[in-house]
């Protein structure tokens, strides 16, 4: 799904982190210091804290950070410990080849946790020669320096050309290098792409191999062609984009033109030199109905273009017979 390449954002949250720390381990009252520089309309210190107030501006390196209202605080030792900004805070940093954003009603950074949080319509954006490739957005987003994860609350979601998600949490957790080590979608989790989609009660991405795993309650929509549509319902879905096979598990159901197929586990497996999926392949008692036929057996293959399906190991067929509305009552005229 390439999530990998939709949060290249993160070097850039590492980035404004980098820089806001700097900016506020300046002592109070200093505006300029090395390559910080703090503009503001006015500024006022109290003893504990220092505002500054009316187009406040900071300016680091390529990092631009603004806000009608900053305040910093101090601790009893008179260092800062904590710096808010309020009334609508906005982050900028730009690069030779892109440009990314932060944006909020309020931006909090505490020193001692080394956190910074992002508060009321919170969203953040990467974008290339002007184009935006990725947004974030949510209630809030909780950017943790020490151990390098991102955590998005509140309606989240993450649009990337055509592939949207919505969550009631996203945890996104990076390495050292800044590279990213998982996406974890919590809650009321949706993949969406194209015509296809996916939803779960948690869906995990693991851009090492490249795999996506759904979990809870776990329901997906695959379009064939323009069309045809095969839907599954499962208690797991583990896809590999590499191999581009699926593993479903646990009450799985499909769904598939005229057959619905059910069993343990099942696995869809692509057409030679294709990513497009062609054979179902059911492992345990399994059972596919098509019309009026049953069929058990341990193991059923679907195959959707050409459509046919092949059943092996103690297979068993049943035929059920539906009578019309009206051959019940000519049955009853002629009885009478």
């Known amino acids: 799904m390439k999530i990998q390449d939709k949060l290249k954002q993160n070097s850039f949250v590492k980035g404004v982190i980098i820089a806001l720390i700097a900016v506020f381990i300046v002592p109070a009252g200093v505006l300029y210091a090395e390559n910080i520089l703090i503009q503001a309309d006015k500024q006022t210190y109290d003893g504990e ?3 500054f107030e009316g187009n406040v501006k900071v300016d680091y390196e390529d990092i631009k950070v603004k806000s009608p209202k900053a305040i910093v605080r101090s601790d009893k030792e008179g260092k800062p410990s904590a710096a808010t900004f309020v009334d609508g805070a906005y982050a900028e940093k730009i690069s030779e080849f892109s440009r990314s954003e932060v944006k909020a009603n309020i931006i909090n950074l505490s020193l001692l946790k080394n956190r910074i949080r992002a508060e009321g319509n919170a969203e953040s954006a990467v974008f290339e020669n002007r184009k935006p490739i ?3 957005k949510a209630g809030s987003q909780v950017f943790d320096i020490k151990t390098n994860v991102i955590v998005a609350s509140e309606d989240v979601r993450i649009n990337y ?5 919505l969550s009631d949490k996203a945890k996104i957790s990076i390495d050292a290098q800044g590279e990213l080590k998982k996406v974890e979608f919590l809650g009321n989790a949706s993949i969406t792409q194209d ?6 009660d948690n869906i995990l991405y ?3 191999t490249d795999e996506m795993v759904a979990s809870g309650n776990t329901n997906s929509v695959t379009v064939i062609d323009s069309e045809t549509e095969v839907k599954i319902w499962s208690d797991f879905q583990q896809y590999d984009n590499v191999s581009k096979t699926m593993i479903t598990s646990g009450n799985v159901r499909i769904k598939y033109k005229e057959y619905i197929a059910t069993g343990p586990k099942a696995t869809f497996i692509p057409e030679e030199n294709s990513s497009r999926p062609n054979k ?3 492992i345990g008692r399994s059972r596919i109905q098509e019309g009026q036929r049953y069929i058990e057996a ?5 195959t959707l273009e050409p459509k046919n399906f092949q059943a092996e190991g103690n297979v068993k067929t049943r035929f059920t017979q539906v009578q019309s509305y009206k051959d019940m009552n000519n049955n009853k005229e002629n009885k009478l």
């Open 49 to 51: 804290k220092t505002v």
């Open 134 to 136: 990725v947004h974030i």
């Open 161 to 165: 050309e055509k592939i949207n998600t």
């Open 195 to 200: 015509k296809s989609i996916i939803k779960a």
């Open 206 to 208: 693991k851009p090492e």
């Open 280 to 282: 179902i392949m059911f």
């Open 298 to 302: 341990d193991r059923i293959q679907i």
